[in-house]
């Protein structure tokens, strides 16, 4: 068992993104994984990834998103399920859905796993494909159907971003077709593929205007009724999850409830992170759990320690109100837009730098031509079509 930790120790996580590999079948331009991608060959294996469940489950977290990548492209999924079912973690599998068949749903589902998250890029099958960079989007639908079937709860996950934002409607609409418990909306993240394809990606003001107002008129269609037991959540009423946009309202959202606070992210090479962006930042020096302990890291490393808590701050966060509830926002946005992870989040209304992300904004104007996008394919980083408003 992991010794206790001292009585001025951090609050321990609850949650761990566990990103089983970069390997993908899909080439989304969106996609946060680092430009570098990390070989097969140095993916942590399968006893490093029980052995670290056995850590988390003794150090306190309850949950994991199973992720990559695709982990399906895992041969030793099931055996990552177990140890995390093992450790008395609830697992969710994070998939495209391609590779997904009746026989692998049900040895996963046999071995412990508890939900699963399914990509898709559009409600329209031609458009999600070509956001997808492949021929896909026919075998989410098979397996969607297969998780239905098998009775496990069902989330639909759909970045948003330029070329997707105007289908809202259409998206809830296939997401109810597909039966799913929740539809979560989230508004692109510019970090990894998605920063390389900003341009590409950026939507305009107005339509980020009609997609929020077309959430609120599902989230009131969505709300409680009169009837016992009548509630978002239930058959034909899925909860309705939006993730605003980062670069339009004037502000910061805490980063991952706090930096080092509630989560950590296992890449596929072992190394541990506070969030999924973290390893763009320099001086970091995170470390791997082949040569650390779980605990270690969390409550000494510099990595969690750098920007824990409020100490770390200059003016204008130090001095703000708000400075214990966004945490002055995301540092590895702050270091990708002004090169200094301690700056206040541009994204802030109140941060200096501030009239980076309005230019950004405003310079995404509709009708004009954008950028073709940049598909995420290790060692490619040339153009693969052209983009269209």
């Known amino acids: 068992m992991t010794s206790p930790a001292p009585a001025t120790a951090p609050a321990r996580p609850w949650a761990l993104l566990a990103e089983l590999t970069h390997a993908c079948p899909l080439h989304c331009p969106y996609c946060s994984n680092p430009l570098e991608l990390t070989r097969r060959s140095r993916e942590l294996t399968t006893e490093h990834w029980a052995d670290l469940m056995r850590q988390a489950g003794e150090f306190g977290v309850v949950h994991t998103h199973l992720s990559g990548g695709e982990p399906l492209l895992r041969p030793d999924l099931e055996q990552i399920v177990t140890a995390a079912e093992a450790a008395g973690i609830y697992t969710q599998l994070v998939t495209s859905g391609t590779g997904l068949d009746e026989a692998?749903?049900?040895e996963l589902a046999g071995a412990?796993?508890?939900s699963v998250q399914l990509s898709v890029q559009h409600?329209?099958?031609r458009t999600s494909d070509r956001i997808a960079g492949r021929t896909s989007f026919a075998a989410k639908e098979r397996a969607a159907a297969l998780v239905r079937d098998m009775g496990l709860p069902l989330g639909l996950n759909v970045v948003l971003h330029r070329e997707n934002l105007d289908a809202i409607d259409a998206i809830v609409e296939?997401?109810?077709?597909?039966g799913v418990d929740r539809i979560e909306l989230a508004n692109t993240q510019f970090y990894g593929w998605g920063l390389l394809n900003r341009a590409a990606l950026l939507p305009t003001r107005d339509q980020l205007s009609r997609a929020r107002d077309a959430v609120e008129r599902w989230r009131e269609r969505f709300s409680p009724g009169p009837g016992p037991g009548d509630r978002a959540g239930q058959p034909g009423r899925p909860d309705l999850v939006w993730v605003v946009p980062d670069y339009f309202d004037g502000v910061a959202k805490p980063c991952m409830g706090g930096w080092g606070a509630v989560s950590l992210t296992v890449t596929p090479d072992g190394t541990v992170l506070p969030c999924p962006a973290a390893a763009?930042?320099?001086d970091l020096d995170p470390p791997n759990i082949r040569d650390h302990p779980l605990a270690w890291i969390w409550d000494h490393s510099r990595a969690f320690t750098r920007y824990r808590g409020t100490d770390?701050?200059?003016d204008p966060c130090r001095s703000c109100s708000r400075r214990d509830?966004?945490?002055g926002g995301c540092r590895c946005q702050a270091y990708?837009?002004?090169?200094?992870?301690?700056?206040?989040d541009p994204a802030c209304g109140l941060s200096p730098d501030h009239g980076i992300v309005r230019a950004l904004a405003d310079d995404s104007v509709a009708g004009t031509q954008t950028p073709p996008f940049v598909y995420r394919s290790p060692g490619a980083l040339m153009p693969a079509r052209s983009s269209g408003p």
């Not at 990708?336 to 301690?342: C, E, I, R, S, W």
């Open 312 to 314: 770390w701050m200059a």
């Open 336 to 344: 990708a837009l002004t090169g200094d992870a301690a700056r206040t």
């Open 325 to 327: 509830e966004d945490f």
């Open 104 to 106: 692998r749903l049900t």
């Open 123 to 125: 409600a329209d099958p």
């Open 174 to 178: 296939l997401g109810l077709a597909w």
């Open 280 to 282: 763009s930042l320099p």
């Open 112 to 114: 412990g796993l508890r």
